[in-house]
């Protein structure tokens, strides 16, 4: 399956250029002509990459990335300006950007730096299962059954309990996963940046990158009786999952 790549611009003839060259490549390519439509496509779609125009009416190129990180941390994103400035690279920078291109950007260069992210991408998925399968050897999970009839399907990131449905991201699915498979446990706020989103942080970084997450994760489990409250701050260190699976 081709990888997806989403462009976001609101300049209808750049939008369709940069699309015909990566659909000639191969690559399955959704457009979107506003950063609030790419935003609420990536809230219920996976995509691979992102080419983001910075300059937008409306929720801009830069909120458009903090949005992604969010919600959809292996997405790798390319920012496009014609606007550059120092300022905005740097930020762009901060939010963890694969790459900063600078309208007219050619086609070769545009073609590299797709292929550079997607293979950036591959790299961290390796890495971060890699990583469970040595801590976790044999215990990964695809549903579990809560003592009230509540079932976690962790495959397909969604929580059924009496007729009600709750759905998660997958970055609140891979954290839901790492809590269920290690109840009890106290994990510290660097560990589950590199278990969830796949890359080292620094000690002070880490809660502030995770703190988001772990609130919307907390506010889904927060309809689902049998989970709530179970995601607990541990003070100075991060988090522990103290429901207990097994019914005792």
Do not use: C, W
């Not at 939010?95 to 600078?102: A, K």
């Amino acid at each position: 399956m081709s990888p997806t790549i989403l462009i976001v611009d609101d300049e209808p003839i750049a939008l369709k250029s940069l699309g015909d060259i990566l659909e000639l490549e191969g690559y399955s390519v959704i457009t979107a002509k506003n950063g609030q439509v790419a935003v609420d496509y990536v809230r219920s779609r996976y995509v691979d990459l992102m080419i983001v125009d910075l300059r937008m009416p409306g929720i801009g190129g830069l909120e458009v990335v903090r949005i992604t990180n969010e919600i959809s941390p292996d997405t790798e994103i390319i920012l496009l300006t014609a606007f550059g400035t120092t300022e905005s690279a740097v930020e762009a920078l901060r939010l963890r950007i694969h790459d900063y291109l600078l309208k007219p950007a050619s086609p070769a260069q545009i073609l590299a730096s797709v292929r550079m992210g997607l293979s950036r991408r591959e790299d961290k998925l390796r890495s971060r299962e890699g990583f469970a399968s040595e801590t976790r050897p044999d215990e990964r999970v695809a549903t579990v059954t809560l003592k009230d009839g509540t079932l976690v399907d962790l495959s397909r990131r969604l929580i059924k309990y009496n007729d009600e449905e709750v759905r998660l991201t997958p970055a609140e699915g891979r954290l839901l996963r790492i809590f269920l498979e290690n109840v009890g446990r106290v994990f510290s706020h660097r560990e589950l940046v590199l278990l969830v989103q796949g890359y080292e942080t620094a000690k002070h970084e880490a809660p502030e990158i995770l703190r988001p997450l772990v609130s919307r994760l907390r506010q889904k489990l927060q309809n689902v009786p049998a989970l709530n409250g179970a995601v607990v701050s541990v003070r100075g260190t991060g988090y522990v999952f103290e429901y207990r699976t097994d019914g005792k």
